[in-house]
């Protein structure tokens, strides 16, 4: 029988992912705070989650890696958490006990589970991951911008079950407005490449409060362009644009 995949986008980039029965947590994200709204509403509190078997964090940004609301909320310390160097080492300052360093390229197993890191570029540095188990293959994009090598990620892993990505094109208005995540277009463009089942994209409702949208940031909040945009550029694709708490399963 084939392995059950389903993901509930708990809010924001954060998603629940089952796979392979292992339930891994992406970017976490649970509190506001200033300049950082999430501007829709979140699906599930820490507690709520349920049984969290591997949490993966990209880059250590207030949005993706709320580590605090985490073991606020009763996460146990020894949950392996994984992500790049600058993740692992801020993780264990704040107390996680089970941490697996991944750097662009290398793998570690949960279990049945297989997490690999992908190259990732954004403001700070980051990675995007490969999650894998029972023969399901998922690509989580985090915030980054469209890498070249991201499409090797078929070459190297085979199909792609599903894949979860950016789609803001967030610019940083005090950086002279540079892009620091993939746009619709960029995010449609790495959709046709890797081809998956399924198709979800997510990190377009946050916001920054109506002088941070000013002031600091500017991003996109309409991820239907990025379905019009893998329409027009792969017609066969299925993407799913889902309101948090919705469980998708993938065929
Ligand atoms: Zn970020």
Redesign the pocket.
């Known amino acids: 029988m084939r392995t059950p995949l389903t993901v509930t986008r708990i809010g924001h980039a954060c998603q629940l992912i089952e796979i392979g029965g292992l339930r891994v947590l992406t970017d976490p994200w649970f509190t506001q705070t200033a300049t950082y709204y999430q501007g829709e509403p979140l699906a599930a509190t820490v507690a709520g989650l349920g049984r969290v078997d591997a949490v993966v964090v990209?880059?250590e940004?207030y949005?993706?890696c709320d580590l605090d609301a985490l073991l606020a909320g009763g996460l146990a310390p020894d949950t392996p958490l994984i992500g790049p160097g600058t993740v692992t080492s801020l993780a264990h300052a704040k107390g996680f006990r089970n941490l697996r360093t991944v750097e662009a390229w290398e793998a570690t197993a949960v279990g049945d589970l297989t997490v690999t890191a992908a190259p990732g570029q954004?403001?700070?540095h980051?990675v995007t991951f490969v999650i894998q188990a029972g023969g399901r293959t998922v690509f989580f994009g985090?915030?980054s911008l469209r890498v070249p090598e991201l499409d090797t990620v078929p070459e190297r892993f085979g199909h792609v079950d599903l894949a979860i990505l950016p789609t803001n094109g967030?610019c940083v208005r005090p950086l002279g407005h540079r892009q620091?995540?993939m746009d619709a277009e960029d995010a449609a463009g790495l959709t046709a490449v890797l081809r998956p089942t399924l198709a979800v994209p997510h990190h377009y409702a946050f916001h920054s409060g109506r002088l941070g949208d000013r002031m600091i940031t500017d991003g996109d909040r309409d991820p239907r362009r990025y379905a019009d945009a893998v329409t027009r550029l792969a017609p066969d694709l299925d993407v799913r644009l889902v309101l948090p708490g919705i469980a998708v399963e993938v065929a």
């Open positions: 990209s880059h940004h949005d993706h954004h403001g700070v980051e985090g915030d967030l620091v995540v």
